[in-house]
């Protein structure tokens, strides 16, 4: 059956959903083939290959159409944001918040994640997380990442490498070799959001979904290594908006599960909650993946872009400064302790969130006082119930370990916090200012980051802080918001055309010419003043990148 033959984009829900699940396994041998762009890599004939590709183009050919319903169904609801609706718990779905049930068994080497690290996938980073004593890895390929088609693949050949036990790497400058250790962490993946395509992979000609693609060639080349090795495939979902989205991995899931001949429920994932509207649909997520997910986690930076992106359009909603927006207060604080009675009510690991503060070089004081910081946000949240966290570099993982030993065991899954928030908790605005600083540094972070990511970078530091593609979100959303409604600053001034204008140039001239500064410049500049805020900068940026 081809890709052709498939209901329209706005057949609706139910008969994608039917499609999918009445398309057997063994039709895929009908249907057209993925055609992947050549990559000179060494490796690549190991990862792109037919049976891989013939395994994307399957899943291509079952849900893509019901991927892009489901993103349309993000910009409708849109349409009703802007109209003054607010996000709220679902009506339809009540049944599910009300009813008694547990998500499916967790397997025992993720009973304990006090600790995880996250990031890129290239070998030395991989090696370096592995060994760097938390208990997870999570392999990025969303917001570390910065999709350059031979780094993707690149990222494939080393996860493929590391299971069987071919990893390592040899730095060209220093001559140090690096190896994975004996006790390395637990291996998880996170493939790219429903929003963005793979267009260096075609089915019929048309791109294949990003996520789709690093979901696809992970579990096909390494799930039963994996599961040999006494762990399994394992992931994280980002970006998640909706229960329909969730529902949309779990028959991904469990067609995967069929083509490798894996048991129902062996793929495991944990969502991101870092979207608005997906904080509203919590018990729901775990429903729709109930045979496949294993947590929930407080992707924060998402989340705050998440907030700003859905109810931004209106004035009453001016954000303060970034730095203004902290997880202990306004609707970060709700969200996370909603996120840990959901889970802990469904038998749910609830995870925890990154701290953008990193180790600071040269200035010991203020590399003490980062790490004060770090301590501090890992304490509230094991004091609060997580049962456990994210780090960003690992000279943060003692400090994270240190804070999540206070719990008595490897988790706290019987815990549940005193008082769970309610709907206007959940949406209120954090309190603090506005300030000529909080815009000049949403400026040179996301002039630098969007250069950076068009240089193949996903993951910078700047200014002692992690900036990824969810905090540099955060920036340009929050200029475009201040700047559509000139917002008032906290001396007096209005933030107006000019003024960005004139702090932009400034900015500019202060910055070293680094690779792409101008071309982010421009994007930047686009994405502040457009008329309507896109959804993703990375949309835009992704038609620049070679
Ligand atoms: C909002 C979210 O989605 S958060 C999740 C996505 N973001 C991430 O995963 C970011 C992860 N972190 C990073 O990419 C990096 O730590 C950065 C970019 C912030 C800083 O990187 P660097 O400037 O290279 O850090 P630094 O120079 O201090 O690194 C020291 C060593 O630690 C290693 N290191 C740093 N961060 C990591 C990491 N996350 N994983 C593994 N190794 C790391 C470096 O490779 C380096 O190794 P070496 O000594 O063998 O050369
Ligand atoms: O993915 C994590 C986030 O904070 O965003
Ligand atoms: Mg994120």
Redesign the pocket.
């Given at each position: 059956m081809a890709a052709a033959h498939l209901p329209r984009p706005d057949a609706g829900h139910d008969a994608l959903r039917d499609h999918a699940r009445s398309a057997r396994v063994s039709e895929v041998l009908d249907r057209p083939r993925a055609v992947a762009a050549p990559s000179a890599l060494a490796g690549v004939a190991e990862i792109l290959t037919e049976d891989a590709l013939a395994f994307v183009a399957d899943l291509h050919g079952r849900f893509d159409a019901r991927r892009r319903a489901l993103l349309a169904a993000r910009t409708e609801r849109q349409t009703r944001f802007d109209a003054g609706e607010l996000p709220d718990f679902r009506a339809d779905t009540a049944h599910i918040r009300d009813s008694e049930w547990t998500i499916g068994a967790i397997p025992a080497d993720l009973q304990d994640r006090r600790v995880e690290?996250?990031?890129?996938t290239n070998a030395?980073?991989?090696i370096?997380?592995l060994n760097?004593g938390a208990r997870v890895?999570?392999a990025?390929f969303?917001?570390?990442t910065s999709p350059v088609w031979d780094e993707l693949v690149r990222g494939q050949v080393n996860l493929r490498a590391y299971w069987r036990g071919e990893l390592g790497f040899t730095?060209p400058a220093s001559g140090?070799a690096?190896a994975v250790g004996k006790t390395p962490a637990v291996l998880m993946v996170r493939p790219r959001g429903w929003h963005l395509d793979e267009r260096h992979v075609t089915v019929d000609g048309a791109p294949v979904s990003g996520g789709l693609f690093d979901f696809a060639l992970y579990a096909f080349h390494n799930a039963k290594v994996a599961l040999a090795k006494g762990s399994g495939p394992y992931f994280y979902l980002p970006k998640l908006e909706s229960m329909e989205e969730a529902a949309l991995w779990s028959d991904v899931f469990a067609t995967a599960e069929e083509w490798l001949g894996l048991a129902r429920g062996t793929i495991k994932a944990t969502v991101l909650i870092e979207t608005l509207p997906a904080a509203f649909e919590m018990d729901e997520i775990l429903y729709a993946l109930r045979d496949n997910i294993v947590g929930l986690n407080c992707?924060?930076?998402?989340y705050i872009f998440s907030y700003i992106k859905r109810l931004g359009r209106s004035p009453d909603r001016l954000t303060p400064d970034r730095a203004c927006m902290t997880m202990d207060k306004a609707f970060l604080a709700a969200y996370s302790l909603r996120l840990i009675d959901t889970c802990h009510r469904r038998g749910a690991f609830a995870m925890g969130g990154?701290s953008a503060f990193?180790?600071v070089?040269g200035d010991e004081a203020a590399n003490r006082a980062a790490m004060d910081k770090v301590r501090a946000d890992k304490l509230r949240e094991v004091t609060n119930g997580h049962d456990g966290t994210?780090v960003?570099?690992?000279?943060l993982v003692p400090i994270a370990l240190e804070a999540f030993e206070q719990m008595e065991g490897p988790n706290q899954l019987t815990r549940r916090p005193d008082h769970v928030p309610g709907r206007d908790a959940m949406l209120a605005l954090h309190d603090g200012p506005r300030t000529e600083a909080g815009a000049r540094e949403n400026i040179r972070v996301g002039v630098q980051y969007i250069a950076a990511w068009l240089s193949g970078k996903g993951?910078?530091?700047l200014y002692n802080l992690?900036?990824?593609?969810?905090?540099a979100e955060i920036c340009r959303t929050q200029l475009w918001q201040w700047l559509k409604y000139e917002a008032p600053l906290d001396d007096g001034r209005d933030f107006t055309h000019d003024l960005f204008e004139d702090w932009l140039a400034d900015e500019l001239g202060k910055l070293e010419d680094i690779l792409n500064l101008r071309p982010a410049a421009r994007l930047l500049h686009e994405l502040v003043t457009a008329k309507e805020l896109e959804e993703f900068l990375t949309l835009p940026a992704y038609e620049m990148l070679y």
């Open positions: 690290i996250t990031g890129p030395k980073m991989i370096n997380a760097s890895f999570m990025d969303e917001d570390a730095d140090k690096y992707g924060r930076w998402d990154m990193i180790p070089k994210w960003a570099h690992p000279a993951a910078v530091p992690m900036e990824d593609a969810a905090t």
